[in-house]
């Protein structure tokens, strides 16, 4: 049978030979500590959730384990979607990188690293710890509560927070990106924290700064979509109509969508420039899937449908989704991230109507 016929349901039972997931423990070397994502890569043939869970582990273990540091492409993404494998991919990794980004919080003031990148690393850790506890738990951890009211206290008078502009797009190149992610970790933090008397006025000050604030580009106005399924006030109804709109207008003609579609005004620091017209990739693809399912496209929609065919389709030998970089590494990092929206795009799809 044609693998791109298959249910959904049918395309979760391929998960790793013999039905059974690797494990990886964290007494695990990973078998390759930065696994170079290539446009020449060979795809896979077959849709396996267990490959993709092992990149992912992989590269998420060798990353803290090396660089000693929290990242927008590698190991926030990992925390903040692990969890959703764990059945098919069972897993002592994911408490291992935990450990290490809660160790970050509860030793703050002598961490150097943090401290040099305080705004980043703080409002970064308690988005990808608050995902993780609404996935796992359903309970806030005290982690995540003292990292999230980290964040209001670096919260500047607008709003917003001093987000680094490297020139790395799409994540690190200007204040809104923060905002809007801050906003997502929120959101999805359990316990209704957005709420809290220690919350309100920090949520009140982010909500009136991305009312105001115009997103500079598709690519942030999807990230505000799915902020705004969690928290309210950050968008209307038709605002939210006209963004699933723009969204959909850009899907390829091979059902995928292009990262560099959704900021076609980036250029990386290395001189690397966005291409509007650039082939799909994961990034892009696995994004919009996930973003628009969320905001309330049904799993059966055709758009979504021809997405997940794509993804489907396009997994590469690792596990992973390639995605061309525009800040001149030749890893192209952003391949991690392109793998935890399609894992995260796949797993929303495969459940409801």
């Not at 043939?45 to 803290?64: F, I, Q, R």
């Not at 090396?66 to 926030?76: A, I, L, Q, R």
């Not at 927070?161 to 809104?176: A, H, S, T």
């Not at 030998?317 to 894992?343: C, K, M, Y």
């Amino acid at each position: 049978m044609d693998r791109l016929t298959l249910s959904l349901a049918a395309v979760f039972l391929m998960l790793a030979p013999g039905g059974k997931a690797r494990e990886t423990t964290p007494a695990e070397t990973p078998k390759a500590a930065f696994p170079q994502g290539s446009p020449d890569e060979p795809l896979r043939g077959d849709l396996s959730l267990a490959k993709a869970a092992e990149s992912l582990d992989g590269t998420a273990l060798a990353w803290v384990r090396k660089n000693k540091c929290g990242s927008c492409h590698t190991g926030w993404p990992y925390v903040s979607s692990r969890a959703l494998l764990m059945k098919e991919a069972p897993t002592d990794s994911l408490a291992e990188v935990r450990a290490f980004f809660e160790g970050r919080i509860t030793n703050w003031d002598a961490d150097e690293q943090v401290k040099k990148h305080q705004h980043r690393e703080i409002v970064g850790t308690a988005a990808a710890l608050a995902m993780h506890d609404a996935q796992s738990t359903g309970r806030l951890h005290p982690v995540t509560r003292q990292a999230l009211d980290r964040m209001w206290a670096l919260q500047r008078k607008d709003g917003a927070w001093n987000w680094p502009k490297c020139g790395w797009p799409p994540f690190e190149v200007d204040d809104y990106y923060g905002a809007v992610l801050a906003a997502v970790g929120v959101g999805h933090a359990p316990e209704n924290y957005a709420r809290s008397d220690a919350a309100k006025a920090g949520v009140d000050k982010m909500r009136a700064y991305l009312k105001k604030t115009p997103a500079p580009n598709l690519h942030h106005r999807a990230w505000l979509l799915w902020a705004a399924v969690r928290l309210d006030g950050l968008l209307s109804d038709e605002e939210k109509q006209v963004i699933i709109r723009d969204l959909l207008a850009l899907q390829r003609v091979d059902g995928g969508w292009s990262m560099e579609s959704l900021g076609p005004e980036w250029t990386g620091r290395e001189g690397g420039k966005s291409n509007p017209d650039a082939p799909s990739d994961g990034y892009g693809t696995g994004l919009v899937v996930f973003v628009l399912r969320e905001a309330g496209l049904p799993a059966g929609h055709a758009a979504l449908q021809r997405g997940v065919k794509w993804l489907g389709a396009n997994q590469r030998e690792s596990g992973r989704w390639f995605t061309r970089s525009l800040n001149g590494v030749p890893q192209h990092f952003i391949s991690d991230t392109a793998t935890v929206f399609a894992v995260l795009a796949l797993k929303a799809c495969a459940s409801g109507e």
